[in-house]
């Protein structure tokens, strides 16, 4: 595992990271377990691989495996309205023409929970609609990890008083769909979603570095958050900007659906290995069912992609994950059906189910510029791996 050692100390040399931590699992036997340069740089606190990092967008895998098991428990179906559990959604209009012109026309069928999983819903963020900035502002929708809200159901009330992006099922557009789908979480059980995923994913899975909201004996185990200052430098990123000390907040009541989860590569590992084994856990139940598993990473969007900033992707988009398509195998060279996706803070995993193989690339700095690192680090692992047999 050279080529991986150098491609990320290449990364440290040129101060695009502070430091990293890698993962491989093959086979459910740990190959690769690694951690590079330092969680703090003011400190010289070493990276070690039980650091803990904001995962952003992993959470959604997480929280769309929560959203399956109440599908499964028949409390909810995948076709549902989402209007039959919001009311408030039922009203929604729709933004067309231009935002100096905009006119907005009715729903042609409401949401539904699969729009939302998928992000077919119309429901994005300014990132992907740049032109529509100020509206998003004007809807206090403006920053994905927001501190505007005391809870995801006070959110999703703003949500649908804003106009969708496009019609529901028109296209795929990145942003809070899955806020709503913590919400709907929350109504559906009863409990918070944090409280929801302890009981019913972390605690099942023996996940105990995985939290929206550090408990103080772990804080110091979190990894500063880093931008490029010059082309020989890192610079801290303020806590005001991105919200960056998010995860040390107290006593709040939102949790963000959408990216609010802090974990460690083994943590999620433990997660990733569970979906790859057919969801089974070490009693010998569930946490879902080979079939819901099966869902989850099929194809959802049928001949059409995922897009980001206005780039659409090779690949395609499950039921919170993405997967590789035949097409999109040129980019890391996993298997057609692999499921991957990452954060905004430059992390990364990948299941290969063919290869029964699972990476996971942990860095920890913004924007997120590192995606073609992590996809060579994906890519030369694959390498290795098969010149291995």
């Known amino acids: 595992f050279r080529t991986i050692d150098s491609i990320i100390q290449l990364?440290?040399?040129?101060?695009?990271?502070?430091?990293?931590?890698g993962l491989i699992?093959?086979?459910?036997?740990?190959?690769?377990?690694?951690?590079?340069?330092?969680?703090?740089?003011?400190q010289n606190t070493p990276m070690?691989?039980?650091?803990?990092?904001?995962?952003?967008?992993?959470?959604?895998?997480?929280?769309?495996?929560?959203?399956?098991?109440?599908v499964?428990?028949?409390?909810?179906?995948?076709?549902d309205p989402i209007q039959n559990y919001f009311p408030?959604?039922?009203?929604?209009?729709?933004?067309?023409?231009?935002?100096?012109?905009?006119?907005?026309?009715?729903?042609?069928?409401?949401?539904?929970?699969?729009?939302?999983?998928?992000?077919?819903?119309?429901?994005?963020?300014?990132?992907?609609?740049?032109?529509?900035?100020?509206?998003?502002?004007?809807?206090?929708?403006?920053?994905?990890?927001?501190?505007?809200?005391?809870?995801?159901?006070?959110?999703?009330?703003q949500i649908a008083q804003m106009p969708l992006m496009h019609q529901p099922g028109e296209r795929f557009s990145y942003g809070l769909s899955t806020n709503v789908i913590?919400?709907?979480?929350?109504?559906?059980?009863?409990?918070?979603?944090?409280?929801?995923?302890?009981?019913?994913?972390?605690?099942?899975?023996?996940?105990?570095?995985?939290?929206?909201?550090?408990?103080?004996?772990?804080?110091?185990?979190?990894?500063?958050?880093?931008?490029?200052?010059?082309?020989?430098?890192?610079?801290?990123?303020?806590?005001?900007?991105?919200?960056?000390?998010?995860?040390?907040?107290?006593?709040?009541?939102?949790?963000?659906?959408?990216?609010?989860?802090?974990?460690?590569?083994?943590?999620?590992?433990?997660?990733l290995s569970c979906l790859l084994d057919g969801g089974e856990l070490s009693n010998g139940s569930q946490l879902l069912s080979k079939s819901m598993i099966d869902s989850l990473t099929t194809n959802q969007l049928g001949a059409k992609t995922f897009i980001f900033g206005g780039f659409p992707s090779l690949n395609t988009f499950g039921l919170g994950v993405g997967l590789t398509s035949a097409k999109g195998q040129v980019v890391n060279n996993a298997s057609e059906g692999s499921y991957f996706w990452g954060g905004a803070f430059n992390t990364a995993y990948m299941v290969d189910p063919k290869r029964k193989l699972i990476t996971l690339f942990y860095f920890q700095r913004t924007p997120f510029a590192l995606s073609s690192v992590l996809s060579s680090l994906e890519k030369a692992t694959i390498k290795i791996i098969d010149q291995s047999k």
């Not at 699992?25 to 003011?42: E, R, S």
């Not at 990894?223 to 010059?230: E, G, R």
């Open 48 to 70: 070690t691989p039980q650091s803990i990092f904001r995962i952003a967008s992993q959470t959604k895998a997480i929280v769309s495996v929560a959203c399956l098991q109440l």
């Open 72 to 79: 499964e428990k028949g409390l909810i179906q995948l076709d």
């Open 88 to 157: 408030v959604f039922k009203d929604q209009k729709v933004a067309t023409g231009t935002p100096e012109q905009m006119v907005l026309v009715p729903l042609q069928r409401p949401i539904t929970i699969r729009d939302l999983l998928t992000h077919q819903s119309g429901i994005s963020a300014s990132d992907e609609y740049p032109n529509y900035a100020s509206l998003f502002k004007k809807y206090r929708l403006d920053k994905s990890l927001s501190n505007n809200f005391e809870s995801l159901s006070s959110e999703v009330d």
């Open 182 to 271: 913590g919400a709907l979480i929350e109504k559906i059980s009863g409990l918070s979603l944090d409280a929801y995923l302890f009981k019913n994913i972390f605690e099942p899975l023996g996940m105990k570095d995985t939290y929206f909201y550090l408990p103080k004996n772990k804080q110091d185990r979190l990894v500063k958050l880093y931008a490029k200052n010059t082309d020989t430098s890192l610079a801290l990123v303020p806590p005001a900007l991105f919200n960056a000390d998010y995860p040390l907040q107290k006593n709040s009541k939102y949790f963000s659906a959408i990216g609010g989860l802090v974990s460690t590569t083994h943590d999620y590992a433990k997660f």
């Open 25 to 42: 699992i093959k086979d459910g036997v740990v190959l690769y377990d690694k951690a590079f340069g330092f969680a703090n740089l003011a």
């Open 11 to 21: 990364q440290i040399q040129k101060h695009n990271t502070a430091g990293a931590v």
